[in-house]
């Protein structure tokens, strides 16, 4: 029974090729896969060094060569050769050159991006927009988040953010650009905040390193709903600018989507009016702001994420409609609201929780 298994295990193993013209290097990845997509690719071509990745299931494989000059489940690296001479060979082997192992195995890859703006949401958040260097092709996936690596005062230290986009789909053209080439990051500066801090001083121009995307959300939850609730509390709000935008644009069986956003106080409310024009230009759509610390002129909901709160927003647009709710907040909120909807009698199934 190990031979059938050892020999399954290298039948699925993906494999490459290579070849060349006068100007081109293409290398041919065989995935044996028949969903490819982009965001399943991730390249990096940098001071002579390629490292192209592929994310099958739960599993990579890495191409990996220094000493390069420069759907039917094959993917097609293409590199510019510099000089138009015959190449005897790839390159030499790296490491992890031709391996396919589990991803959590892989360990994370980091490239310098340069810091191109940064714009206020509110009185602490801010809008970054980071530019992938020339050489790589990475999409974060929705419902993914990279990690940031900064030395701060001479340690390593690395935290996660969630990519969003640079506004919500309120246009009729189709969804917000995703270029390819800039990473937008929603970032709350803390005060006392180690990591924000060091980033807010961050000049336009300066590098930053970014990971390559994490996360367990999978989009076929959201295509096969009806119902779509969003449970946000801060900037658990980032992980649902993706989901709406992938909603609201590509998922035609949704009936309704609601976003239901807890903050302490007006101020804090990323995005709002985004949010309600959305409401008004997408009748699928529907957007309720609950405050825990709001001034006494707030007319709206108030309150901390509790079994009444969600029992009042959180239904069913029919009976037996299918439903996801996905929930993003600091960790007691998160929590506390998971085991909400628990006895509020949804499933492990219908809940998905954003956490690291
Ligand atoms: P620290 O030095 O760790 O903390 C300093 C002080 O800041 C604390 O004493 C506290 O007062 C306050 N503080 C710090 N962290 C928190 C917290 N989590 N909740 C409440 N108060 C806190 N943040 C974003 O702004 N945008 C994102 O898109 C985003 N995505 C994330 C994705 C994942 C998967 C996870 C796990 C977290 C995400 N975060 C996001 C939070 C982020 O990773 C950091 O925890 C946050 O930026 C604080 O880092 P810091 O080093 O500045 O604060
Ligand atoms: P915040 O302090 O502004 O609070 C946001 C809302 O959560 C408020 O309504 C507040 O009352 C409520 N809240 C805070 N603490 C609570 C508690 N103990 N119990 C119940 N409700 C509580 O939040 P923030 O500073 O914007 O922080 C956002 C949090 O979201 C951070 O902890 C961050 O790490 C997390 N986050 C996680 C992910 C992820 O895991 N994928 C992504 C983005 C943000």
Request: hydrophobic share 35%; with cysteine; net charge neutral.
């Amino acid at each position: 029974e190990k031979k059938v298994v050892a020999s399954s295990a290298k039948d699925l193993s993906p494999s490459y090729d290579w070849f060349q013209t006068d100007s081109l290097i293409t290398i041919v990845i065989y995935t044996k896969q028949k969903d490819m997509n982009a965001e399943l690719v991730i390249v990096d071509c940098q001071d002579k060094r390629l490292r192209g990745e592929i994310i099958i299931d739960d599993h990579s494989y890495l191409v990996e060569v220094v000493n390069i000059a420069e759907k039917v489940g094959k993917v097609e690296i293409v590199l510019n050769k510099k000089d138009n001479i015959h190449w005897k060979m790839l390159g030499q082997p790296l490491e992890g050159h031709n391996t396919f192992i589990k991803r959590t195995d892989r360990g994370l890859f980091y490239r310098k991006c340069k810091l191109v703006s940064k714009t206020e949401v509110t009185h602490d958040t801010k809008l970054f927009c980071l530019m992938l260097p020339k050489g790589t092709l990475l999409h974060v996936p929705t419902g993914q988040h990279v990690y940031l690596k900064q030395i701060i005062a001479g340690t390593e230290v690395v935290k996660p953010y969630t990519p969003v986009l640079p506004s919500l789909p309120l246009d009729f053209q189709e969804s917000p650009h995703q270029d390819g080439v800039h990473i937008y990051l929603m970032i709350k500066i803390y005060s006392h905040g180690l990591f924000t801090q060091a980033l807010d001083h961050l000049q336009i121009g300066d590098y930053i390193s970014v990971s390559n995307p994490e996360g367990n959300f999978k989009k076929s939850q959201v295509q096969t709903s009806e119902d779509l609730l969003l449970l946000a509390g801060g900037t658990g709000f980032t992980p649902m600018v993706k989901l709406l935008n992938f909603a609201l644009t590509e998922v035609s069986c949704l009936r309704t989507v609601k976003l239901i956003f807890f903050n302490k106080t007006e101020d804090d409310i990323l995005w709002r009016n985004q949010l309600e024009q959305l409401a008004l230009k997408d009748e699928r759509f529907e957007v309720q702001f609950i405050l825990s610390q709001p001034s006494e002129d707030w007319v709206g909901k108030q309150g901390k994420i509790s079994s009444s709160l969600l029992s009042e927003f959180v239904k069913r647009s029919r009976r037996d409609s299918k439903a996801l709710i996905c929930i993003c907040g600091p960790t007691p909120f998160t929590e506390q609201g998971v085991q909400y909807l628990k006895d509020l009698g949804y499933s492990q199934e219908e809940i998905h929780a954003f956490t690291a």
